[in-house]
């Protein structure tokens, strides 16, 4: 008697026929490579949480450039690590900002390599909060004003992506305002619409040394519980002309990134952070799981949850793996 059933084996019969169903890939161009630059002189600190990431100073970012590039990374996401904080975070947006200084001697040597400038505070505020601080407050509308001053110094000194990454309310019709203010109308935003209060932030928080001196960011960064509240924080940013959306952190959120998907006509962006790349590293350097096929799995999972681009410690490596193939 011939059974009625599915024979869904039958295209997944050899590499060949695999390879001509299948449904996504990852490119080179999907990536975006986060860099720590570091104030100071002939430095290239591994982040002893994060094996493999590097924070450089100005003298050392020649040779990363170089790798980079011979990798075949497209864009780059710079943050910086000034000498000296202080209460409103005076070097975000000094002109010879480290970021500044960074981004307009990549832009000057590197000129195909695309620069997000991370528009935050928290790496240059004394209490490491991402905005100004009154008391315990983290104050809205005075942090908007040196958001927009931090932008448009990076766009000054180059940069081609802004990314504001502070979860004040406000800040894309502030930063665009401001952009547009002093001529840089064509400069898109890439906001970190849908940026969640995470644990899995941490080993960021020693690359960046950015962590909170007080408190935590749960009254800007959002409720891990909630999913109508991304939708609200991605239709503000949307209506106020954001030209990207990220949804961060990455692996535990991709159900949000598939609503961004489905709801928004913008590109999207995942984040893949800093705890995520921390668990995998921690995991393979255990011999606990392969880490080659581990890494393409969670990234092309990504691209299927719906993200466009994938901010990735892992860029380096996974382009490599994928040239392999
Ligand atoms: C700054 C910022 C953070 C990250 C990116 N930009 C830290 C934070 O919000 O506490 C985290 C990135 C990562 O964990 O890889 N606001």
């Known amino acids: ?174 930063i665009r305002a401001g952009l547009d203010e002093a001529g840089f109308k064509e400069i898109p935003i890439m906001s970190y619409a849908v940026k969640y209060a995470s644990a899995f932030y941490g080993p960021f928080r020693e690359a960046a040394e950015g962590a909170p001196q007080f408190g935590d960011r749960k009254t800007y960064q959002m409720d891990p519980a909630n999913r109508m509240e991304a939708f609200r924080e991605a239709e503000s940013d949307a209506a106020e002309g954001a030209d990207f959306l990220i949804v961060k952190p990455g692996m535990p959120y991709l159900d949000i990134v598939r609503d961004i998907k489905n709801n928004f006509n913008l590109p999207v962006v995942i984040y893949n952070v800093s705890g995520e790349y921390s668990m995998i590293k921690a995991a393979a350097q255990n011999g606990w799981i392969d880490e080659k096929s581990t890494v393409l799995e969670m990234l092309v999972g990504m691209k299927r949850a719906g993200a466009d681009l994938i901010i990735t410690y892992h860029a380096k490596d996974a382009i490599r793996w994928l040239n392999e193939q």
Do not use: W
């Open 1 to 174: 008697m011939e059974l009625q059933f599915s024979r869904h084996r039958r295209l997944r019969s050899s590499a060949s026929m695999r390879a001509l169903v299948r449904e996504n890939h990852l490119r080179a161009e999907d990536f975006i490579y986060p860099l720590f630059i570091y104030e100071g002189e002939n430095i290239r600190n591994e982040v002893s949480s994060m094996p493999g990431v590097f924070q450089v100073s100005m003298d050392n970012l020649q040779a990363e450039m170089e790798d980079i590039e011979a990798h075949g990374i497209k864009a780059v996401l710079l943050f910086g690590i000034p000498a000296t904080k202080d209460e409103c975070g005076g070097q975000a947006y000094h002109d010879h900002g480290i970021v500044q200084e960074a981004t307009r001697y990549i832009k000057q040597h590197f000129p195909e390599i695309l620069v997000v400038a991370d528009t935050c505070l928290c790496e240059y505020t004394s209490h490491g909060h991402c905005g100004v601080v009154e008391g315990e407050q983290v104050l809205n509308d005075e942090s908007l004003e040196l958001l927009v001053k931090t932008a448009v110094s990076q766009a000054k000194a180059g940069a081609d992506i802004i990314a504001p990454s502070n979860m004040m309310d406000g800040f894309v019709t502030a």
